[in-house]
């Protein structure tokens, strides 16, 4: 299986703030790489697809960027509503699809 | 706009069947261009892929539960359902359902809101 090492697993931010979050894999896995945010009690929301490919109505103020075995989560200015829990996931080699452990945001 | 919908019980007792239903409106799961997911999150902790089912009825389950498994399929309902036989309390989570993108780009979009399974003793 490829596991996925998200870091930090924890991140503490302000409003306003810019927050990076890493997802490096135990093996290549070319660009098939996504990120969600999941907030308490909802289901988890594609943000980007294709390691850097922003899904229609996510706000720009998120990228991705990264290939083969590291990859990055940029939140430009950090706004109220972007603490949440987020997620990387691959869809290079299945079975099994696999997640990384999760990154919590919270506010400082 | 494609939405998904869990449904099922919501109590199972341990070494029964859980069983639950994704029902698709707005898109047809017959469509080629997608495969359809099931996801599970144990309370607090992260998330899991459980396995896909294809239109042809093909499917792929993850490892780890391949042998309590079954993903079926019902078109004429356009919905898809989620088996795992012998449950024990490991099994308790909240289970999502999701429309699978493969063919090119992949990711998984939109998720059903997901529903909880405990399992008692």
């Known amino acids: 299986d490829i596991q996925l090492i998200q870091s930090p697993s924890f991140l503490s931010a302000s409003v306003g703030d810019r927050v990076t979050i890493s997802c490096r894999a135990s093996?290549?896995?070319?660009?098939?790489l996504a990120w969600y945010q999941q907030k308490p009690g909802k289901a988890p929301k594609l943000l980007i697809y294709a390691a850097s490919t922003l899904q229609s109505g996510v706000p720009s103020r998120f990228s991705g960027s990264g290939s083969g075995t590291e990859f990055t989560l940029t939140i430009g200015s950090l706004q109220p509503e972007d603490f949440a829990t987020y997620y990387c996931?691959?869809?290079?080699?299945?079975?099994?699809?696999?997640f990384g452990q999760g990154t919590r945001l919270e506010i400082k | 706009q494609v939405q998904l919908q869990e449904s099922g019980p919501g109590l199972v007792k341990a070494s029964q069947t859980l069983s639950l239903t994704c029902s698709v409106s707005?898109?047809?799961?017959?469509?080629?261009?997608?495969?359809w997911s099931w996801i599970r999150q144990p309370p607090g902790k992260g998330l899991e892929w459980i396995g896909y089912i294809y239109y042809s009825g093909s499917t792929y389950y993850n490892p780890s539960l391949k042998s309590r498994l079954i993903i079926s399929l019902d078109m004429s309902k356009n919905d898809f359902s989620l088996n795992v036989r012998s449950v024990t309390a490991a099994d308790t989570a909240v289970y999502f359902c999701?429309?699978?993108?493969?063919?090119?780009?992949?990711?998984?979009?939109?998720w059903g809101p997901g529903t909880l399974v405990t399992v008692s003793s």
């Open positions: 996931q691959q869809l290079d080699d299945y079975p099994p699809i696999t």
């Open positions: 999701a429309r699978h993108v493969w063919f090119g780009d992949r990711y998984f979009d939109p």
């Open positions: 707005g898109g047809s799961i017959t469509s080629g261009d997608y495969y």
């Open positions: 093996q290549g896995i070319s660009s098939y």
